[in-house]
């Protein structure tokens, strides 16, 4: 995520098989990733791309050590949390 933040480029976990090439999006976009598939809205960490210094990942980095009421989790409905979609699913 550091590095992403500092000088820009791609992340994908080494389980993701590329089938096209991302240089279409990045250049038309500062941020780029997935959705994840786990019945909730959440942005996919598997796999994203970001120009460099872009505010996100800025924002990520300065909370990923933070506990979740500090990243505005009041805001989310329990209900759509990957926690209890995990929980849920046993």
Do not use: I, K
Request: proline share 7%.
């Amino acid at each position: 995520l550091w590095l992403v933040l500092q000088h820009g480029g791609l992340y994908a976990d080494v389980d993701f098989q590329c089938l096209a090439p991302f240089t279409p999006l990045c250049s038309c976009y500062s941020f780029v990733t997935g959705l994840s598939n786990v019945g909730a809205f959440e942005l996919n960490n598997g796999l994203f791309a970001a120009t460099p210094g872009h505010p996100l990942l800025r924002y990520m980095c300065e909370h990923v050590a933070r506990p979740w009421p500090e990243w505005g989790g009041e805001d989310v409905d329990q209900g759509e949390a990957v926690a209890f979609q995990l929980a849920r699913s046993g």
